[in-house]
Nanobody
Framework: VQLQASGGGLVQAGGSLRLSCAAS????????MGWFRQAPGKEREFVAG????????YYADFVEGRFIISRDNAKNTVYLQMNSLKPEDTAVYYC????????????????WGQGTQVTVSS
């Protein structure tokens, strides 16, 4: 199984980025997909997830309507559209895949991508 995250970069506060995560080696449609992030000196935290069974989407409170997670099952890809970015969004963003119905818990995820750096300047 491989999860290849891309789309990170440097952006000014208020800007937007779209992260992509291409999955291979698994039956994508049967996996819950999540985005997590880890800032320097902090623990990794849940950002957003989309459940495989009903395409239900879930977000961390800090997202505050700024991010949208979506999936394209035909392309085996999950996206994270991030708008109105803030300097505190600076982190390495990871995508992950889970067979669980539970979306926000890291412990339920089986596979992790390598991460993509997002840096938001003030």
């Amino acid at each position: 199984v491989q999860l290849q995250a891309s789309g990170g970069g440097l952006v000014q506060a208020g800007g937007s980025l779209r992260l992509s995560c291409a999955a291979s080696g698994l039956t994508f449609i049967t996996y819950t997909m999540g985005w997590f992030r880890q800032a320097p000196g902090k623990e990794r935290e849940f950002v957003a997830g989309v459940r495989w069974s009903d395409d239900g989407t879930y977000y961390a409170d800090f997202v505050e309507g700024r991010f949208i997670i979506s999936r394209d099952n035909a392309k085996n890809t999950v996206y994270l559209q991030m708008n109105s970015l803030k300097p505190e969004d600076t982190a390495v963003y990871y995508c992950a895949a889970s067979r669980s119905y539970v979306v926000a818990s890291q412990r339920t995820y089986d596979y992790w991508g390598q991460g993509t750096q997002v840096t938001v300047s003030s």
